[in-house]
């Protein structure tokens, strides 16, 4: 079983919807990464984050310590939302992140 | 300006020759990364840098060797290449090492034949 768990692997929404993408994972962190990579390949950071939440333009990342998850949010979806999201993690005293598989998003007009 | 650069962007070779991926910032960060991504689209660390000092080394055959010059660059040599080393190879950078923001260059594929 893998550290960071994410789900769904894939989903598939209209245009306009609000998307949520979950990160379960397994021991103590000291933070937690949101990472977009589009489908040219590149990858983005999106957000760090160890507590609470955070918001940039249309994207919300929260984070429950206690129960070990993480939830991204995209509000008002559009097809150039369309990429696979990844959580990361990087467990406490352990200075590598954990990656999950991540989660492909496609968004249709 | 690109922050972290990487080249080449595709590396088409055949198996038991010897290739580097180069990897550049100029963000001024301390840290940098080398990631593998396999043909599943897994991220996993491979190497760690801080001001040119290896601070992570994963399970990675000897083969492959990092090189830091300078706390800007971050070089990967691979030796005697195998067909299982084909995937995409990324770098990253970040401020510090102890959890700052991750940087990632376009990432370098390489095709082991």
């Known amino acids: 079983k893998n550290e960071v768990e994410q789900s769904p692997q894939n989903l598939t929404a209209q245009e306009g919807e609000f998307i949520t993408i979950n990160c379960s994972y397994s021991?103590?962190?000291?933070?937690l990464h949101w990472l977009q990579q589009h489908p040219g390949g590149g990858i983005v950071s999106l957000f760090m984050?160890?507590?609470g939440k955070k918001k940039h333009g249309r994207l919300i990342a929260t984070i429950n310590i206690q129960e070990k998850h993480s939830s991204l949010h995209i509000t008002a979806s559009h097809p150039r939302d369309s990429a696979v999201y990844i959580c990361?993690?990087?467990?406490?005293?352990?200075?590598?992140?954990?990656f999950g598989t991540g989660t492909r998003l496609t968004i249709i007009p | 300006d690109t922050a972290v650069s990487q080249t080449p962007k595709y590396l088409v070779t055949q198996m038991g020759n010897d290739k580097s991926i180069k990897c550049e910032q100029n963000?001024?960060?301390?840290?940098m990364y080398w990631y593998k991504q396999d043909s599943k689209k897994f991220l996993k660390i491979m190497f760690s840098?801080?001001?040119?000092?290896?601070?992570i080394n994963e399970t990675v055959p000897n083969r492959f060797s990092p090189k830091s010059p300078d706390k800007a660059h971050l070089n990967l040599h691979i030796n005697s290449l195998e067909l299982g080393d084909s995937a995409v190879y990324f770098c990253?950078?970040?401020?510090?090492?102890?959890?700052?923001?991750?940087?990632f260059g376009n990432g370098t594929r390489l095709t082991v034949t």
């Open positions: 963000l001024g960060h301390d840290t």
């Open positions: 021991v103590g962190i000291s933070a």
């Open positions: 990361a993690v990087r467990s406490r005293g352990n200075e590598k992140l954990t």
């Open positions: 984050l160890s507590s």
């Open positions: 990253a950078s970040s401020q510090d090492r102890t959890g700052s923001p991750l940087h």
């Open positions: 840098y801080n001001n040119k000092e290896l601070i």
